[in-house]
């Protein structure tokens, strides 16, 4: 090589990959309120729904609470989105067992209590949330 084609000194930048920043560019991981509101198909903030009820289970002697959905303004577009791209939760009592489990489209990771506290804690008497996580189930 002549010299001048590998200078990198100075002022000089790096190469720049198509869709990549230059280095020290991107300060956090997380993603604008902006581009939240712009991917983002919901008309609520977050969309939860119970998709599987433990506690009433599957002989109709008890309501069961499969459908339930929040919060109480969410549309049938927004629990659509629940069901093809939330996580996977699981509410369950003092003793670790499993009462509902559901769907969480959450996308600012603000609201991930959202459905322990909109309906798990009234209804059922669930006193935490799990994720699903690595095969497993992993408190919030």
């Known amino acids: 090589m002549d010299g001048q084609s590998e200078n990198r000194g100075g002022s000089q930048p790096g190469p720049v990959v198509a869709g990549l920043a230059p280095p020290g560019e991107l300060e956090t991981d997380e993603v604008p309120d902006s581009l939240i509101s712009e991917f983002a198909s919901l008309t609520t903030p977050y969309c939860w729904v119970i998709i599987e009820d433990a506690v009433a289970g599957y002989d109709g002697a008890e309501p069961s609470a499969v459908g339930k959905s929040g919060p109480a303004q969410a549309v049938a577009e927004d629990v659509a989105e629940a069901l093809t791209a ?45 994720f699903r996580a690595d095969g497993g189930w992993q408190a919030a």
């Open 86 to 130: 939330g996580r996977f939760f699981r509410l369950v009592d003092g003793k670790g067992r499993g009462l509902a489990i559901g769907r969480l489209y959450d996308p600012s990771g603000e609201k991930e209590l959202a459905p322990l506290e909109d309906f798990g804690c009234q209804n059922l008497g669930a006193l935490n949330i799990e």
